[in-house]
């Protein structure tokens, strides 16, 4: 299968020689310029790497639940929202997923991997490429474009983890940027600029902060991430009380980096490292003791801004 923009290269920050610290309401000021020149563009060209990890264990007298979960997604692409209400988008997304759960004695394995190339075109979503699952099932993604809906994704809970419908502007909120005004009004400190390497591959110099947010003021990152502990007949945590541990022992690092001289975006580093550590209280009555780690690693960068997109590739 053709990949639109060539496989994905690492993305990486290297740390360069020098570094300023300009007045935090400052560097604050410049990041937001920068995403709000972000929201003007017609077109532009993408590159996502995003890589989760989950360990959960909990304990208790005659109850034992254990998970662990590695997921991987790489996308790459271009975008033409030039005119917004006719928006057309070309991505090639592919990611893996493999996953354990042991409960009541029981261990129960999963994994997915998927290849596929994705097209928004005329307001209607094509899908071409290849998928496999263990436990496996009947699903399998055409070899030629075909049309899809959202719900036909949703259906397949790999895709949900993909998040297509997001990256094909189907869901109404940007696909790679958040409330960076909300971010920015909860950062507990702003470092930079610092010279980095943005690109390893052509050596496209950046300048980047480094923004410590305070999840506490942005509940939303952090929120529903866990309901299937807190709600239902299997919760087993109280809901309150893990987002109390939760907001404790985490952290989230939004790194931005803008072009010297234009200060246009680059691109983008989240960090978010969530851990709880529950007693008892917080748990139901059979489990006395619960552990959990979770991180998240996305880096985003962004080429060819308002560069013409070649759309030949783009299914009929």
Do not use: C
């Amino acid at each position: 299968m053709r990949r639109w923009i060539g496989l994905m290269v690492t993305i990486g920050i290297l740390v360069g020689a020098g570094s300023t610290t300009l007045a935090q309401d400052d560097a604050a000021r410049r990041i937001q310029a920068a995403y709000q020149d972000y929201e003007t563009w017609d077109t532009y060209q993408v590159r996502v790497a995003d890589n989760t990890d989950l360990a959960l264990v909990a304990e208790g007298k005659g109850a034992y639940l254990w998970q662990r979960r590695e997921r991987h997604i790489q996308v790459s692409g271009w975008y033409d929202v030039t005119n917004r209400d006719s928006a057309a988008v070309l991505l090639n997304v592919s990611g893996d997923s493999s996953a354990s759960t042991e409960s009541g004695g029981t261990n129960t394995p999963s994994s997915w991997q998927a290849d596929l190339d994705v097209a928004l075109r005329n307001g209607q979503l094509f899908w071409r490429g290849s998928y496999s699952a263990n436990p496996g099932d009947t699903f399998a993604l055409p070899g030629e474009w075909t049309g899809f809906s959202v719900t036909d994704a949703d259906d397949i809970p790999a895709f949900v983890d993909l998040a297509l419908g997001r990256y094909l502007l189907q869901e109404g909120a940007d696909p790679f940027v958040e409330d960076y005004d909300s971010w920015l009004a909860a950062a507990e400190s702003i470092e930079g600029p610092e010279t980095i390497t943005w690109d390893r591959r052509s050596r496209t110099q950046g300048e980047l902060y480094r923004v410590e947010v305070d999840l506490t003021a942005i509940p939303d990152i952090v929120g529903n991430r866990f309901d299937s502990l807190t709600r239902g007949q299997e919760a087993i945590v109280d809901r309150q009380a893990l987002l109390d541990s939760l907001y404790e022992n985490s952290t989230l690092i939004w790194q931005v980096v803008l072009e010297p001289g234009t200060g246009r975006l680059l691109g983008q580093n989240t960090e978010l490292d969530l851990n709880a550590k529950l007693g008892s209280e917080g748990l139901v009555a059979s489990y006395a003791t619960l552990n959990l780690t979770f991180s998240n690693d996305q880096t985003i960068a962004f080429s060819n801004i308002n560069e013409a997109v070649d759309t030949s590739e783009l299914p009929e």
